[in-house]
């Protein structure tokens, strides 16, 4: 009886020195998302502004989210350059602001093509005419035309990239030049054979924002918009969405 009784009390003595030991190292948040005894640090999700509820800092900007962790919109150095003005999840329509510049993208929803359908920019809209293109696997997709302004345009096309604008007769009206991330382009209309850049905002060549087919210009920012994604070009095409955001601070 007397061993039992031993036994018993060497058990309750032991889950208690293992209690005692073991709570030294349970990680505790406190207020500020700060635990003890482990030196690990918490994100911060306390409100950033009014509409977003997260913020991240990539490189030389930050990327605020939403509740709903959706891309809500980039700042650089005080300035948003990038506005999300849409929920992300819709897939076949993108509305944001770069630049001050509003830019509203509608993909065709049905054959789930990459490649933009309409683009407005300012409120000005240019139409792109897509056919399907058979391949030996599979099918692709291509521009026939564009329509601005009641005219229809051909793109003209160099190693893949859109070069230039022709109008209906084949004259080139429009020629691009780009960097070599094609995150900066430079607009040049023809005049009289003599190539001028152009920055006017209702000129066809500054409307239209593809460069390489569904890749879309936004501006002088460093950024692109790929397949509805939006690809920070300056930083080595990394894909800016809310899911691999997250995944940063993990």
Not at 12 to 29: D, E, G, R
Request: aromatic fraction near 14%; hydrophobic fraction near 35%.
């Amino acid at each position: 009886m007397y061993k039992k009784n031993v036994f018993v009390l060497d058990v309750v003595l032991f889950c208690f020195i293992l209690t005692a030991c073991s709570s030294k190292y349970v990680i505790q948040k406190n207020d500020n998302h700060s635990v003890s005894n482990t030196e690990k640090t918490y994100p911060n999700w306390e409100t950033a502004t009014p509409r977003s509820a997260k913020v991240i800092p990539v490189e030389d900007y930050e990327v605020y989210l939403t509740e709903m962790n959706k891309l809500d919109k980039i700042v650089r150095g005080g300035e948003v350059i990038i506005d999300f003005n849409e929920d992300e999840s819709d897939k076949s329509f993108l509305s944001l602001s770069v630049k001050n510049n509003d830019i509203k993208i509608w993909y065709d929803s049905d054959t789930g093509s990459n490649y933009p359908q309409k683009i407005s920019v300012n409120g000005k809209e240019i139409i792109y005419n897509i056919s399907p293109v058979s391949l030996k696997q599979g099918f692709s997709f291509t521009y026939d035309s564009l329509e601005y302004m009641g005219k229809k345009y051909k793109f003209i096309e160099n190693y893949g990239a859109i070069s230039g604008i022709a109008d209906e007769y084949g004259n080139e009206i429009v020629k691009y030049t780009y960097n070599e991330t094609y995150s900066k382009r430079e607009t040049y209309r023809n005049e009289n054979g003599e190539w001028v850049l152009d920055t006017s905002d209702d000129f066809i060549g500054n409307v239209n924002l593809l460069t390489q087919f569904s890749m879309i210009y936004c501006f002088d920012t460093g950024f692109r918009i790929e397949y509805n994604y939006l690809v920070d070009v300056a930083h080595g095409r990394r894909e800016i969405t809310a899911s691999q955001l997250l995944n940063l601070i993990k």
